[in-house]
Nanobody, 121 residues
Framework: VQLQASGGGLVQAGGSLRLSCAASGSILSIPAMAWYRQAPGEQRELVAR???????SYTDSAKGRFTISRDNAKNTVYLQMNSLKPEDTAVYCC????????????????WGQGTQVTVSS
């Protein structure tokens, strides 16, 4: 399983960005997908998570500003980020917990490459 993320960039405070992450490979099911971020000198933080059924959860700092969504048919997860703040600056990584046709009963964690989000003040 491979995850390909895109959509990062440089934006002014108050602006918006939309991240995308597409999973590919011999995927059988992806019960959950998520976005994490890590700022320099900080620990990795779970930003938002979504299940295959559409249940979502957010870190407190993202509530009301970020929206996670997914297209199950495309195995793609999105993160719409509005009202961005300088403290949102970080490398954002997508995550999927998935099973494959080769090991249908085993769920593994997969990570995409990071995409840089920089918010200027």
């Amino acid at each position: 399983v491979q995850l390909q993320a895109s959509g990062g960039g440089l934006v002014q405070a108050g602006g918006s960005l939309r991240l995308s992450c597409a999973a590919s490979g011999s995927i059988l099911s992806i019960p959950a997908m998520a976005w994490y971020r890590q700022a320099p000198g900080e620990q990795r933080e779970l930003v938002a998570r979504i299940t295959s059924g559409g249940s979502t959860s957010y870190t407190d700092s993202a509530k009301g500003r970020f929206t996670i969504s997914r297209d199950n048919a495309k195995n793609t997860v999105y993160l719409q980020m509005n009202s961005l703040k300088p403290e949102d600056t970080a490398v954002y990584c997508c995550h999927a917990r998935a099973s494959t046709y080769y090991d249908s009963t085993i769920y593994r964690d997969y990570w995409g490459q990071g995409t840089q989000v920089t918010v200027s003040s």
